[in-house]
């Protein structure tokens, strides 16, 4: 089943911006919020996993945001492993 494609429709910036702060807004973010969120995390490094993790989206949602706007992937520099990601992985409260 092909999904709809992601519309060019404004984002709103205040739900940007709390989503690539990590705040989960209510009610959720439109398409156009999550692609631009991803649009920007992506282009500070982060990973696919990682920014589901931060805007509250699993890591297909995020690649399926990514994919439809034609935005590659954070890839790490050659020969790196999820170690030495430019961007540090998020860690759960309580976990170390």
């Known amino acids: 089943m092909k999904r709809a494609p992601y519309r060019r429709s ?4 205040e739900v940007v911006k709390r989503l690539v702060n990590g705040e989960h ?14 649009r920007i995390l992506t282009l500070q490094g982060f990973s696919d996993g990682q ?10 949602t995020v690649a399926r945001a990514r994919e439809a706007q034609g935005i590659p992937p954070a ?6 492993n999820q170690y030495t990601w430019r961007v540090p992985a998020p860690t759960l409260p309580g976990v170390r």
């Open 75 to 80: 890839m790490p520099a050659r020969g790196a």
């Open 25 to 38: 807004p209510r009610p959720r973010g439109k398409r156009a919020d999550v692609a631009e969120a991803v």
């Open 10 to 13: 404004p984002a709103d910036p």
């Open 51 to 60: 920014i589901g993790y931060r805007i509250g989206r699993v890591r297909r």
